[in-house]
């Protein structure tokens, strides 16, 4: 049993130094030369522009069903009208990053895992390494930066998509005034709020792609392995969300208000 | 600084000569955990020759290629390529190092997101600051040399295995590499196949004047490799003739086995041999 709990526990060091030793060359590459500029273009549209349609219709559902939801609640205490308050204040600071987050994890992280393993089993990582190109530069900071830098694009349209959806359900649903509505929206906001929800998606954008590049070329076994690294990469990654947002909500409560 | 550049003047003026050490292993060893894969190995290639490295699956044959091109990094005894110390050399030295280095993969390891016309230029489009037209120019030269000219936009995925390995080597060639390294390029394609990719290796090493190792357990090949030259006839056409005893001994074979060299010598020298371990690898 002993050799078995020192043998996971090992695993798991070298997994963490080998996560660490590709974040911080990651992270050199990004402010140094050379720089794959088409693979980042690339990247941004794959993870950014392909990414829309399923943030959209996430954001748009989970704002519609919180509002009814909230409806339900405010009108034990007669206060139905401002619910859009609620609405506006949980999309902005909690639901529309972590749920952003999740879904780019579900698509984005996958498609890293399983193409960079799939490049790993089949000696593509390899060929472009004895080419003369750094896997880090070609394949990871494209993807690390597309991450960073979109995630809380897509976060900023789903929390606006969410409180469009909050807004129809409580204009035809709840009877709520639109006018009563929006100006409940704009009462809740604050500015220590919008740099939550901004900064937020940044770090979790960070910590998908991260764990995905980091799975992905870390793929062994063949194709068993490639589905085993797409696995791996989405439960990672989606408990990362999760865990990072607690930890990244405490430190800017703490920084903030 | 000063005395860098001298050293490096010495460097290049011995690889210069006829016969010069292009690849150097020196007593190396490599394990990974408790799996010895290579226990003791010392050779050396010379420029313009061929060494054929051969051993059953497993034997750390593989191991040998991805040591020389800094895939792998040996735990004991020294590796010189082109007169660089390779393992002690860090990745981005390593880049330098690859400039002069080609290597064709098991499988080909074609990039499958790419045309044909992009995985054989990929080293001169990404990695140089050759003109663009240039580029064209010389993917479709190579291509051509390779007899793959009407391939030039078509995926990899659309390739049979043989031409995959074709385009493998003329990616490899393409930015003209002095020394070239083949993993297994022939194994698993037919006869007829393999015998147009020994071909290209041939031609490679008598027109180009690469050196050339290659790793493989196919003995057919390995042997048609040792004991053919490629010449120009006099219509500047390329023919396979059988080569000449001296330009035959240019080619030494190496027996693996276990991570140690078992055999080291020419084509006859192998067919002589009365080793138990060869006599049984070569029926």
Redesign the interface.
């Known amino acids: 049993m002993l050799p078995f709990i020192e043998n996971r526990l090992k695993q798991a060091a070298l997994e963490v130094q080998e996560y660490v030793r590709l974040v911080t060359a990651s992270i050199h590459a990004i402010f140094t030369r050379p720089r ?1 500029t088409y693979d980042i273009v690339q990247q941004f549209d794959t993870i950014g522009v392909g990414s829309l349609t399923v943030v959209i219709l996430t954001g748009f559902f989970t704002g519609a069903a919180l509002c009814s939801q909230s409806g339900l609640t405010l009108d034990q205490f007669g206060a139905r009208p401002i619910v859009g308050r609620l609405v506006s204040a949980s999309m902005i600071k909690e639901l529309g990053p972590v749920l952003t987050a999740l879904m780019l994890t579900g698509r984005i992280g996958s498609g890293i895992a399983a193409e960079l393993g ?1 490049m790993v089993v ?3 990582i ?9 896997p880090i530069r ?1 394949l990871v900071v494209p993807r690390v930066l597309a991450g960073v830098l979109m995630a809380p694009v897509l976060t900023v349209i789903s929390d606006f998509v969410g409180i469009v959806g909050g807004w129809i359900v409580a204009r035809f649903q709840l009877q709520v005034a639109s006018g009563v509505y929006w100006s409940s929206v704009t009462y809740a906001l604050y500015p220590e709020d919008l740099w939550m929800g901004l900064i937020k998606p940044f770090v979790l954008g960070f910590a998908i792609v991260t764990i995905a590049c980091h799975v992905g070329l870390r793929t062994s076994g063949g194709t068993q392995g490639v589905g085993t690294s797409t696995t791996i990469s989405v439960v990672a990654g989606s408990v990362a969300v999760i865990a990072v947002d607690f930890f990244v909500t405490q430190v800017l409560i703490a920084l903030l208000y | 600084m000063a005395v860098e550049a001298t050293d490096k003047q010495v460097v290049n003026e011995i690889l210069d000569e006829a016969g010069a050490p292009v690849v150097v292993f020196d007593r190396v060893k490599l394990a990974f955990d408790e799996k010895v894969v290579l226990r003791d190995i010392s050779f050396t290639l010379l420029k313009g020759h061929t060494k054929i490295i051969l051993g059953a699956s497993g034997s750390g044959k593989s191991t040998i290629l ?1 040591i020389i ?3 792998l990094r040996a735990d004991e005894g020294v590796v010189w390529v082109n007169g660089s110390r390779v393992d002690q050399l860090s ?1 981005l030295e390593m ?1 330098a190092v ?2 002069d ?3 064709i ?3 080909g ?4 997101s790419l045309t044909v016309r992009e995985n054989v230029g ?2 001169l489009y ?2 140089s600051d050759m003109p663009i037209e240039q580029v064209h120019r010389r993917v479709e030269e190579v291509l051509g040399w390779i007899g793959m000219t009407e391939y030039i936009d078509r995926m990899p995925s659309a390739l049979s295995g043989g031409q995959r390995r074709r385009v493998a080597i003329a ?1 490899a060639m393409a930015f003209k590499p002095r020394i070239l390294l083949y993993d297994e390029a022939t194994t698993g394609l037919d006869p007829i196949t393999a015998t147009t990719v020994d071909e290209e290796i041939i031609k490679l090493r008598d027109l180009e004047h690469v050196s050339s190792i290659v790793v493989t357990h196919q003995l057919r090949d390995a042997f048609y490799v040792a004991t053919h030259m490629a010449v120009r006839g006099p219509a500047g056409q390329v023919e396979i003739v059988p080569a000449p005893p001296e330009k035959a001994r240019e080619a030494e074979f190496i027996m693996v086995r276990d991570g140690v060299i078992v055999f080291e010598g020419d084509a006859n020298a192998l067919r002589r041999s009365t080793d138990p371990y060869i006599t049984t690898f070569l029926e």
């Open positions: 794959y799939s089949t000696d593509q390899n060929a472009l390494r004895a080419l003369g190109t750094d070609k | 991805k091109t800094g895939l990745e880049m690859r400039a280095l080609g290597m993969f098991q499988e390891a074609l990039f499958d990929y080293k990404e990695e990616r």
